[in-house]
C-alpha cells in the first residue's frame, strides 16, 4: 500500500530522516514509535506529500506521493499533532467544507456528512463551533474531516494526546472500526499500550532511521515454531519454585502474585501438550492456558532488526 524508499530529508542543517526504506502493507495498523526527535512527524509529513525530501521516494498505491500529490491526497487523509479546526463553521459546515476541499461534488459532500458524524458521535454537535466542543470532540471532528472522502490510508500523528481515558478508549475503538473497513493506518503515539488495542505492526525510529519494522505477532520472529502464551496457576509459587520447573529460556515473563506467565511454548499442539502433561505431574497448579499476542512494548524492547520487506 505505501512503498518508502531510501528516504532522505533535510532541515537546514539537521538529516531528520536518513535512508528509510519499507513497505506499509494494506489493512495494517502500525503503530510508528520512537524517542522525541526520531524523525516521526517528519515522516508522516512526507508521507502526506506536504514536505518535499531530499531524496528517496514515496509511493501509495503506486502513485508517487512528491511526483503527484493532489492525486494521492484523494486516498490519503491526515491528522497533525497540532490540527487546527475552521473556528467560523460548525462541526457540520467543517465537515462539508473538509468534504469539497477533498474534491467530492456537493451533493457527495452533503451526504457525508451525516455518515460521518454518526460514525464518529458528532450527530448531537453538528450546530456547535469548535469552541463549544470538548477537546476529545475536537478531535473527533479533525479525524472526521481527515476520512471524510474516504480514504484508503489514514495518517495520525499522535491522536491521543490530551484525550482523558474515556476519550482513548473511543479513539481505540474507531481506530479498529476503520481498520475493520480496510483502512491503513499509521498512527504515532509515546504511550505504547495504547497502541495495543488496534496495532499489527510496529515501526520504530531512532535518528532519523528504521529501527525495527515488523509484524506484532503470536510466533517469534527468530524461531517461529514457537508462539507466545500465557499460563495462569491455580495458586502464585515461589520464583524460585517456578524456575526449578518451567525452563527459563521459553519465558517471556514470569508475572508473578495474579499475573499469568509470558512463555514461548511450542506451536505444536500435541508436543505442547506433553509439556504440559509433564509441568502437571512435576506439581505445576496448570489453571489455563491462552494464546497470547506480542505486545507493543515486548516488541519494542526486543529491538527486531528491520526488516526490508517490513511484513516478516
Ligand atoms: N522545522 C524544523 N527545522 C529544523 N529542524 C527540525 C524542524 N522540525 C523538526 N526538526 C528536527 O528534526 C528531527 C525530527 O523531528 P520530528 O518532529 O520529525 O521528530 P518526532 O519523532 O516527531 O519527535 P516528537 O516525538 O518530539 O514529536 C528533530 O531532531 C527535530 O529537532
Not at 493506518?185 to 532519523?208: K, M, N, P, Q, W
Amino acid at each position: 500500500m505505501i512503498a518508502i524508499t531510501d528516504l532522505i530529508f533535510e532541515y537546514p542543517g539537521h538529516r531528520a530522516l536518513d535512508g528509510i526504506s519499507l513497505e506499509i502493507p494494506a489493512g495494517s495498523v502500525t503503530a510508528l514509535v520512537g524517542p522525541n526527535g526520531a524523525g516521526k512527524s517528519t515522516l508522516l509529513r512526507c508521507l502526506a506529500g506536504l514536505e518535499q525530501p531530499l531524496s528517496g521516494q514515496v509511493r501509495v498505491r503506486g502513485i508517487d506521493v512528491a511526483a503527484q500529490p493532489r492525486q494521492v491526497h484523494r486516498y490519503l487523509g491526515y491528522l497533525s499533532d497540532f490540527f487546527g479546526l475552521y473556528e467560523r463553521l460548525t462541526v457540520a459546515q467543517g465537515l462539508e467544507y473538509a468534504a469539497r476541499a477533498m474534491g467530492l461534488e456537493r451533493h457527495a459532500a452533503q451526504a457525508r456528512v451525516p455518515q460521518v458524524a454518526q460514525q464518529l458521535d458528532l450527530l448531537p454537535l453538528l450546530e456547535r463551533l469548535p469552541s463549544q466542543l470538548s477537546r476529545g470532540q475536537r478531535q473527533r471532528l479533525a479525524i472526521g474531516q481527515a476520512i471524510i472522502h474516504q480514504p484508503a490510508v489514514l495518517l495520525l500523528d499522535e491522536p491521543a494526546s490530551g484525550l482523558d481515558p474515556e476519550a482513548r478508549s473511543d479513539l481505540a475503538a474507531l481506530l479498529r472500526q476503520l481498520q475493520a473497513q480496510g483502512m491503513t493506518l499509521i498512527v504515532s503515539s509515546h504511550i505504547l499500550s495504547e497502541l495495543d488495542e488496534y496495532c499489527t505492526h510496529l515501526l520504530a525510529l531512532r535518528g532519523g532511521q528504521v529501527e525495527s519494522h515488523g509484524a506484532l505477532r503470536a510466533n517469534r520472529d527468530d524461531a517461529p515454531q514457537l508462539q507466545l502464551f500465557a499460563l495462569e496457576l491455580g495458586q502464585s509459587l515461589p520464583l524460585e519454585q517456578l524456575r526449578a520447573l518451567v525452563d527459563a529460556d521459553s519465558v517471556q515473563d514470569w508475572g508473578g502474585g495474579d499475573q499469568p506467565l509470558l512463555l514461548w511454548l511450542p506451536a505444536a499442539a500435541a508436543q505442547r501438550a506433553a509439556l504440559l502433561m509433564q509441568w502437571v505431574r512435576a506439581g505445576l497448579p496448570v489453571a489455563g492456558l491462552y494464546p497470547q499476542r506480542e505486545s507493543v512494548q515486548q516488541r519494542y524492547i526486543r529491538r527486531l532488526p528491520h526488516t526490508k520487506e517490513g511484513a516478516p
